[in-house]
């Protein structure tokens, strides 16, 4: 088992700490898979713990300018790996104006991650900065629950508001409920509802655009001003926005009707997919 | 009449109070300057609205918001009196968030329909609308702290700022914080009693930050200080200040607040002293 990576450009380097920045927000902790083009941020949350999961996806060669990997094995060209991902927000932080940054799977007496800052100095000489991130490999027999989760037929498909308005919107609301109902329809439509007995706050989000249908799509067939609707957990939807620090290229909403809602988002060349379950 | 002219005309009958505004800052800011018990009282006429917070039986604050400050004000009964939940309340007003973008106002409409109706909001800000329908509770009784004018002793005005540093600096390990307030030396005086010691500050009548003073009688006077901290809030969005004591030696602390807009508002607590001031320490 072998990696190596590293980063030279300023505007990759930032790009990559964006991204541990919103996984860190995201997940406490994270398993990386490493494969030969590409690196993906898993969190696959039990149902006890509220089922809560996430696939994120970046090409390597979009990011490193340098990347070798070799996996457990020839047929099983991958790595898993379990880390804190604060651990590695925090020490991209330091890799701000960094000229190079280094990843390294090492053994230091324990399994790492290694990141390498080189960073500028006033002299001539340069500083190296490193961080030994503590990992966990993952054995091979787990991967199984490590895979790509299959995004279901959604009922109703909508383009997302301004990430911004709601979060402000759903922080509020937190200090109302403890749950939301998510609903929207094939006209554009997106409301935010929590109901409790003292108040009922509904906000309503107009003409977002659904995105077209895929042929031979069961959905065609259902009128655009019904509803699909999903009772969640409002701190699992505010954890997902509060990750969201730069507006994404493109944000939809999946609602499967009172069993999931699944967000597809698009950062540039970064995918992410977060699904939270409906409350039973 | 047009036709939606006529319909938001008979809407508005059926209500005994609509208010809008365009920026509903100018409403919530007023509001969390009161905001230190989770309800309030309302009461409308065609004058604006006031409403009322009190702890302790000891304490009172009243917020006026005029009905000038509102784009459109309509009170249909002689008056309107309502009690409801301040906290749901300002998260409501403040649902499109607390820092807006600078160039962004939310609009508010406000509806009560009457006793036992819930207060509706129709906040839109960025062609989004949020609608809360908050319930309403009978109305409480509030205390009339009889406070009137020709019985005031004496009365000072201050700049805020003057004030501002003193009330957050508080020494709260005191119980009580004495003011003295004479037309000789040591003329405005705020004195706490606590672990460390005791602390007296002291404004000169002729401070810059004294806009007015007018002392007849030395008076001393203490207020349990948890009751007069949460003015604080009050304190630090206002401009100027005007304290003044009665015969009986009531408190009142008036806040003059200016809006986004430039308006004026009025903020004022009330407080009743602690206890009399033995004779030996006076």
């Not at chain 1, 996996?71 to 060209?77: D, H, K, L, Q, Y």
């Not at chain 1, 108040?199 to 065609?220: I, R, Y």
């Not at chain 1, 019904?226 to 505010?238: F, G, N, S, T, W």
């Not at chain 2, 003044?244 to 430039?262: A, H, K, P, V, W």
Request: net charge negative.
């Amino acid at each position: 088992m072998k990696f190596r990576a590293k980063i030279v450009d300023a505007a990759c380097l930032n790009h990559f700490t964006r991204v541990s920045n919103m996984i860190a927000k995201l997940a406490k902790t994270c398993t990386l898979r490493i494969s030969p083009d590409k690196l993906n941020f898993i969190l696959s949350d039990k149902l006890a713990n509220g089922g809560v999961s996430m696939w994120c996806e970046l090409e390597q060669e979009n990011f490193f300018s340098e990347f070798q990997m070799e996996g457990v094995s020839a047929e099983n060209n991958e790595i898993y790996l379990e880390l804190t991902s604060e651990n590695l927000s925090r020490a991209l932080k330091t890799a701000q104006n960094a000229r190079a940054l280094k990843i390294k799977l090492t053994n230091k007496h324990f399994p790492c991650l290694t990141v390498s800052v080189e960073l500028l100095s006033v002299s001539s000489s340069s500083r190296i900065v490193t961080h030994d991130i503590p990992i966990k490999v993952i054995p091979r027999k787990l991967w199984k629950d490590l895979q790509e989760p299959v995004v279901p037929h959604p009922d109703v498909s909508i383009y997302l508001p301004v990430l911004k308005t709601m979060k402000s919107v759903v922080e509020k609301m937190r200090n109302i409920s403890n749950h939301l109902v998510i609903e929207a329809n094939l006209n554009g439509d997106l409301n935010l509802k929590i109901e409790t007995e003292l108040v009922c706050v509904t906000t309503h989000f107009k003409d977002l655009g659904n995105p077209p249908l895929a042929s031979e799509n069961a959905s065609q067939d259902r009128n655009p001003e019904q509803m699909a609707e999903v009772h969640l957990d409002i701190r699992k939807l505010l954890q997902f926005l509060v990750g969201q620090q730069v507006n994404p290229t493109k944000a939809l909403c999946n609602i499967v009707s009172n069993k999931m809602v699944h967000f597809d988002l698009l950062h540039e060349d970064v995918s992410l997919q977060y699904f939270i379950p409906a409350l039973s | 009449m047009p036709l939606l002219t006529q319909h938001i005309q008979d809407e508005n009958d059926q209500y005994s109070l609509v208010a809008s505004l365009d920026n509903v800052r100018n409403l919530s800011t007023i509001l969390k300057a009161i905001h230190f018990r989770e309800h309030a009282t309302c009461f409308a006429t065609k004058n604006g609205i006031k409403v009322t917070v009190e702890n302790a039986k000891c304490v009172q604050a009243n917020a006026f918001i005029q009905a000038g400050i509102f784009q459109e004000f309509t009170v249909q009964e002689e008056s309107v009196t309502f009690r409801i939940n301040l906290t749901v309340l300002l998260d409501c007003l403040s649902i499109f968030g607390s820092n807006p973008m600078p160039g962004t106002l939310t609009a508010l409409r406000m509806c009560y329909q009457g006793y036992g109706y819930p207060l509706m909001l129709f906040l839109e800000e960025g062609g989004v609308v949020t609608v809360c329908k908050i319930n309403t509770q009978e109305p409480e009784e509030t205390l009339d702290f009889d406070f009137c004018s020709t019985n005031v002793i004496n009365k000072i005005i201050l700049q805020s700022e003057g004030l501002r540093e003193a009330f957050s600096e508080l020494d709260m390990t005191s119980e009580v914080l004495q003011i003295t307030m004479s037309p000789n030396k040591p003329y405005f005086r705020l004195s706490t009693f606590g672990n460390a010691g005791s602390s007296h500050l002291d404004y000169p009548k002729d401070s810059d930050l004294m806009e007015a003073f007018h002392c007849n009688q030395t008076q001393v006077n203490r207020y349990k200080i948890s009751l007069l901290k949460p003015s604080t809030k009050a304190l630090v969005l206002s401009c100027k200040v005007s304290i003044r004591t009665d015969n009986r030696g009531f408190l009142s602390l008036q806040y003059m607040i200016r809006n986004e807009d430039g308006q004026i508002c009025f903020v004022e607590y009330y407080c009743c002293p602690d206890e009399e001031v033995p004779e030996s320490e006076s």
